[in-house]
């Protein structure tokens, strides 16, 4: 009965948005007229209103939706979404600056003279304008307006001419800053979370461990991972629209003829085309710039996007004197900030350490200078035509949407938890055939038809949270969810141009002539379509597309993860066994020289230290070639594990999704309290269920082929292996650079502990004739000094003695003597032991060092050198399979 209600909860929601009801309204009307169906019909036939629910009541799911409505963006750090009406308040000032018609004119004039050249300014005008107002029907409208007329004089055919217009202004939905990619980042965040969860249970269930080690999690994404990822297929969308523009003009030159430019190409012409292109780039650069540099975060980057706009729409709709002086301001000012930080340290915090407080001074100068020209410019747009008023206006509208549908969205999500519409697509999604890829071409497919009726936004929180954790647990596509994320995002932007409810379609019908016929608009979008599809397939076979950019700026980032961090560990390997052989002569050679040196000089526990390191080093070849052994062990066995892995894998899904039906039972058995007639028979029906369900999951249980417990156990033996050989290689060559790498910086460090020898003795020679108090005052600044000086512990240890002697609960004067002794004994020995190594040991351990550096010792870096960040990046771009480790 419960599927009944499930479908009933779908129709009404496609009969309410049919009807034309607001989505923020059609979406929790729908939610609450069903669940308040179920619970009438489960009391009026059985006296039991929850019979009709997984589990718990009507009141528990009509609340849910909010409960985690609030659970999730009451948080603090969730400011994810603030991004949107900043960025929404920057697309429409930029879009009541006229900036799309300027750009549309001067682009006319640049790319005419080109085949099909007018077609092709659209595209890059719809690029231009997706990267700063990102507003798809005023986008559409004012190409509709502008281009579309001029290229219906110029003969272009009404499918090309009116297909270019409607892909073009939807380029809007996946170039960022894109407001469909912030909100699909804040859906795949709590998808990620539910994978996690997922994927942990399965790791469980296939192993027994009790935790899963994180490099086998699932990679999360943020808005601004979401920018950069879609950064490249946009632009690559946009490469297959000029293209496809420009083959139909030289194969069909007469429906896509060249435009005689108007004019000359002068000085003044490449004036106006500076004053039309170079702003919105700027602006472009500033926000996107920004982000991936690291700069800033989403949310900071549409608050530069915010202001920028209002800097450019002082100049554009202001005719008077000073037009251009509130910009050029505020781009000297930045200029000159940007100056000022690299000649100061700006940091106000530690102004009292810097001293640079001129630098500081001339920075709030330049600061408030900037926040006047911005007052200046905001003051423009308040007072011509009221545009500040209007544009927050629908700015506020437009946010205030999204927020409700958000709302509303969620509380339809929990109506079809609750009529446990989840289980039946995740048991749906894994019964089919091909694994993740049948499980994903199922899920782009039903997107892509869900576009020809409803919005992005509708999909974006609707279909998302549902689907996304089901293919983000995956561990054998282990895709990213910024990868996932951008492929959704590339299949909702043909909602806009799909009939019959594409609104891409409207808006251009509503500003269109009558002389275009609707027929051949819908012609027009099929090979933009085509073409989107195309990009899907091209972004889908090729992760690195989506994943490189951001990984790229996290690993070079001034807070990128350290060579440590678990994600990283497989990539790490590989350029180890890249690297390392090509080393070994060099290494050896350098051991060499390290055995053949006199070390007399060297303390006995340092010359332990060092023969130990040696003889690491020397046994690290043998250990990595066991470890590629191991690897290769496990390579040679795949083949035939892996097939029998996956079945038995499917066997084990269907046994989970028996078992969350199981526990949907028990707890609604447990619901069922009391022993009126009604209560009792409601038990024996979910006892009975439960039984039938206990049956079910045995039955599954049995198709287990019987080989399967031998050949997993032989399987994870060689894993274990190698995991054992990895270890044998890390722990004892790691201990060894780190000893090379301390042992160079500690004989480096001669000259420091020369210089402070005079003041030790000094300090020894007082003992017993200064003030005890102040001298041993005196001794622990001594000591605080030597923390950051490598290899003095030993003489720190001999100062505390000394402070110890003096006022320590056992002081005294012989003691106090004594320490004193120990201690000038303790630096002259450093010192001397220092010398000589350092004529004799210094250059070897450092060169070994740096040759081994980012080898042996990469993992002990605090961050990777660029090369090898890069060449990481390019690593961990690629999705690699891990089900073989569950």
Not at 168 to 190: E, K, R, W, Y
Request: with cysteine; proline share 5%.
């Amino acid at each position: 009965m419960e599927l009944v209600f499930l479908i009933l909860l779908i129709f009404m929601m496609m009969f309410a948005l049919g009807l034309g009801y607001p989505v923020a309204f059609a979406l929790p009307g729908s939610a609450i007229v069903t669940i308040g169906l179920a619970a009438g019909t489960g009391w009026l036939f059985l006296s039991d209103p929850t019979a009709f629910f997984m589990h718990g009541s009507a009141v528990e799911w009509l609340s849910a939706g909010v409960t985690n409505f609030r659970g999730i963006y009451w948080e603090a750090e969730r400011d994810t979404l603030i991004a949107i009406p900043l960025f929404v308040f920057m697309g429409i000032m930029l879009q009541r600056s006229k900036i799309a018609e300027e750009l549309l004119v001067t682009m006319a004039k640049l790319f005419g003279g080109l085949p099909g050249g007018l077609g092709i300014s659209v595209v890059v005008v719809g690029a231009l304008l997706a990267a700063t107002t990102g507003i798809v029907g005023a986008t559409v409208v004012a190409m509709g307006l502008i281009s579309l007329p001029a290229m219906m004089r110029n003969n272009y055919s009404q499918p090309l001419a009116t297909g270019s217009v409607l892909a073009s202004g939807t380029l809007g939905q996946i170039i960022p800053p894109s407001i469909v990619l912030i909100i699909l980042a804040d859906q795949l965040s709590s998808a990620t979370d539910q994978a996690a969860q997922l994927r942990t249970a399965e790791y469980r269930e296939a192993t027994g461990a009790f935790s899963m080690p994180s490099e086998l999690g699932v990679t999360s994404t943020s808005a601004g991972d979401m920018f950069m990822g879609a950064l490249f297929p946009g632009l690559i969308l946009v490469g297959l629209y000029i293209v496809f523009i420009l083959g139909y003009a030289l194969l069909r030159p007469q429906n896509a003829p060249s435009v005689p430019i108007e004019g000359r190409m002068d000085r003044a012409f490449w004036v106006e085309v500076f004053f039309a292109v170079v702003p919105p780039l700027v602006l472009i650069l500033l926000v996107l710039g920004s982000i991936i540099a690291g700069v800033a975060t989403v949310t900071q980057a549409g608050a530069v996007g915010a202001a920028g706009a209002i800097l450019m729409a002082g100049y554009k709709i202001h005719e008077g004197r000073f037009r251009y002086w509130p910009a050029t301001i505020a781009m000297a000012m930045l200029v000159a900030i940007y100056l000022l930080g690299e000649a100061f340290n700006l940091n106000i915090r530690q102004l009292d350490r810097s001293g640079d407080h001129l630098g500081v001074g001339l920075a709030v100068l330049a600061v408030l200078a900037l926040l006047g020209a911005l007052g200046w410019s905001t003051l423009r747009t308040l007072r011509i035509n009221n545009t500040l008023r209007e544009v927050m206006i629908e700015t506020a509208k437009t946010s205030s949407l999204v927020f409700i549908i958000l709302l509303g969205a969620a509380m339809l999500i929990s109506a079809f938890r609750a009529f446990g519409g989840e289980v039946m697509v995740k048991d749906f999604l894994g019964s089919m055939p091909g694994g993740f890829w049948g499980q994903f071409i199922i899920v782009m497919v039903v997107i892509f038809l869900l576009g020809f009726f409803l919005d992005f936004i509708e999909i974006a929180i609707v279909v998302v949270p549902i689907v996304a954790p089901i293919l983000l647990m995956n561990p054998e596509a282990n895709i990213t969810a910024v990868w996932l994320g951008v492929m959704i995002g590339l299949n909702i932007q043909t909602s806009f141009l799909t009939p019959p409810f594409g609104f891409a379609l409207f808006y251009l019908r509503g500003v269109a002539d009558s002389a275009v016929r609707t027929i051949n608009m819908y012609k027009g979008v099929i090979p933009f379509i085509t073409l989107q599809l195309v990009a899907l397939v091209i972004v889908g076979f090729n992760p690195p597309i989506v994943n490189y950019l951001p990984a790229r700026v996290q690993l070079l980032s001034e807070n990128a993860p350290p060579p440590r961090n678990p994600r990283l560990q497989h990539c790490v390997e590989e350029l180890l066994h890249r690297d390392l052989p090509a080393q070994e002569t060099r290494v050896r050679a350098l051991l060499a020289e390290l055995d053949e040196v006199d070390r007399a000089a060297l303390p006995d526990g340092v010359e332990r230290d060092l023969d130990e390191a040696i003889a690491a080093y020397e046994d690290s070849f043998g250990l990595l070639a066991e470890l590629r052994a191991a690897s290769d062990a496990i390579e040679a066995a795949t083949p035939a594990y892996r097939p029998l892995h996956r079945e038995v894998a499917d066997i084990r899904r269907r046994m989970q999704g028996i078992d969350t039906r199981i526990d949907a039972q028990e707890r609604a058995l447990r619901d069922q309290r009391g022993d009126a007639p009604e209560a009792v028979a409601a038990r024996a029906r979910i006892e009975e269920r439960i039984g039938e369900l206990r049956a079910e999951r045995a039955a599954v249980a049995d198709t287990i082929p019987d080989r399967w417990e031998a050949e997993q156990a032989a399987f994870q033996d060689l894993v274990q292996a190698e995991t054992m050989a990895r270890n044998d290689l890390r722990r004892p060559t790691e201990s060894a650079y780190v000893t090379i790498r301390d042992m160079a910086r500690t004989i480096e460090a001669a000259d420091a502990f020369a210089e402070l020898q005079p003041r030790v003795e000094e300090l020894a020679a007082e003992v017993n004739v200064a003030d005890d108090r102040e001298l041993a005052s005196r001794v622990q600044e001594l000591e605080s000094e030597l923390a950051d000086l490598p290899g003095s512990n030993d003489l720190r240890r001999a100062l505390s003695d000394i402070r110890e002697g003096l006022t320590g609960r056992r002081a005294s004067a012989e003691a106090a003597a004594d320490a004193a002794e120990a201690a000038v004994a303790q630096i002259a020995e450093d010192v001397a032991w220092r010398r000589a190594a350092g004529d004799t040991l210094l250059a070897s351990l450092a060169a070994l060092e740096e040759e081994t550096r980012f080898t042996l010792g990469m993992r002990e870096q605090s961050r990777m050198e660029r090369d090898e960040a890069l060449e990481v990046a390019r690593c961990v771009s690629n999705h690699r399979d891990v089900s073989l480790r569950f």
